[in-house]
């Protein structure tokens, strides 16, 4: 029997509390273009209203409290998923998703904010970037589509510049003397350059 092919592969991503059992960050995801008239297509979110959320959030941390593993199936779903200090990091997807590329993103999001944090992963950090949070998620999947599992390349695209830097920029003379200036240099060092070959 063939199966649905999609790229379609995360249905939620969640950073969820383990002291006091909040939400840090949810994201669910459904396939934008469904096919009409079906519910239980590959990708269909099973969890739409906030109420059936909390409580898929509430078994799921009650199931894996106690877990040594990184995976379980629930409620029909496989579910990875990491302990950070305080937090929990959750990766939800289909019964039949590639295990492989879903533990991959799991993993990437752990190492991305570990690297955009300094190994602060805590729900104290988490919250007082969460702009760097969101965006980490938003570079590792757009709509339940896996974009990129390098932490390092999503830690790049994503974090801030350092402020030396900006600070020499504004030393450049961008003055017509400055520009030609650098001009000559250029010329200068073009001629060097070509003398030796």
Do not use: C
């Not at 059992?21 to 590959?42: D, E, F, K, M, Q």
């Not at 289909?94 to 990437?108: C, R």
């Not at 510049?161 to 017509?176: F, M």
């Amino acid at each position: 029997m063939p199966t649905n092919m999609s790229l379609f592969s995360v249905n939620a991503i969640l950073i969820l509390s383990t002291d006091d059992r909040s939400r840090i960050l949810t994201r669910y995801y459904s396939v934008p273009h469904a096919p009409p008239g079906s519910t239980n297509h590959p990708g269909a979110n099973p969890y739409s209203t906030v109420k059936e959320q909390k409580a898929f959030e509430k078994g799921l941390l009650d199931k894996t409290n106690k877990q040594t593993s990184d995976v379980i199936l629930y409620d029909g779903r496989v579910v990875f998923f990491k302990m950070e200090g305080d937090v929990m990091l959750y990766v939800v997807g289909g019964g039949d998703e590639n295990e492989i590329m879903l533990f991959g993103v799991v993993l990437a999001l752990r190492d991305a904010l570990a690297i955009l944090l300094k190994n602060s992963t805590d729900k104290r950090t988490l919250v007082e970037n969460y702009d760097l949070v969101s965006l980490a998620i938003d570079e590792i999947i757009d709509d339940g589509i896996i974009l990129e599992t390098d932490p390092v390349v999503v830690a790049s695209r994503v974090s801030k510049p350092p402020t030396q830097d900006i600070a020499s920029v504004k030393n450049i003379d961008l003055s017509e003397q400055g520009l030609l200036n650098a001009w000559e240099f250029g010329k200068l060092k073009l001629a060097e350059r070509m003398r030796q070959l």
